[in-house]
């Protein structure tokens, strides 16, 4: 157990680096006129990522888990690749990567990296990330939880991300035919 709550403390080692490097980028991008967009469900999505992060803890802890290797082990590789799709984001968005919205389109549009694929491959990430890192050791009702909160959060978080991405005519041109979510064969 205790490996699996130095692994949820390293989960939520990794959010706070990401919190200071989207900082570092928010201020880069208004130094250049990209301004930061208001956004209600923001504060949402810390409070769910944290959640799930210390509800997986307390879960296998309070409800004493079992670790299953049969989930587990599939649930920490795919907790390990979706660390890697989105560490592969952020070194491809550079300065544009950012856990907030941020008009930065003017800045330049990046189509390359995972973006060959797909719109958003970072809420694939993350999304995949919060099922997973439950799973490791059994916190099932974790799991359940933030897979359905997230949904909600990430609806509301995708309709203004897009609203302001389709805005842009060199965005719409590049993307408006790539998938979401899952690349298709032939697109």
Known sequence: M??????????????????????RHQRALARQGAPLLPERAFLGMVALHTGVIAGAAVEVVVL???????VGVPALIALGLANLLRWWVIATLGVHWNVR???????????????????????????????????????VITALAGVLLHLLVLGRRIALEEAVLMADEGYRRAFAQKPRFLPWPGK
């Open 2 to 23: 205790a490996w699996y709550l130095a692994l949820c403390g390293a989960v939520g080692a990794g959010r706070l680096v990401e919190m200071a490097l989207s900082r």
């Open 64 to 70: 004493h888990r079992p670790f299953v290797a049969a």
């Open 101 to 139: 919205v941020v008009r930065s389109t003017e800045l330049g549009i990046v189509t390359g990296g995972p973006y060959r694929y797909i719109r958003h491959p970072n809420y694939v990430a993350v999304f995949v990330e919060l099922a997973a890192l439950p799973l490791v050791h059994g916190a």
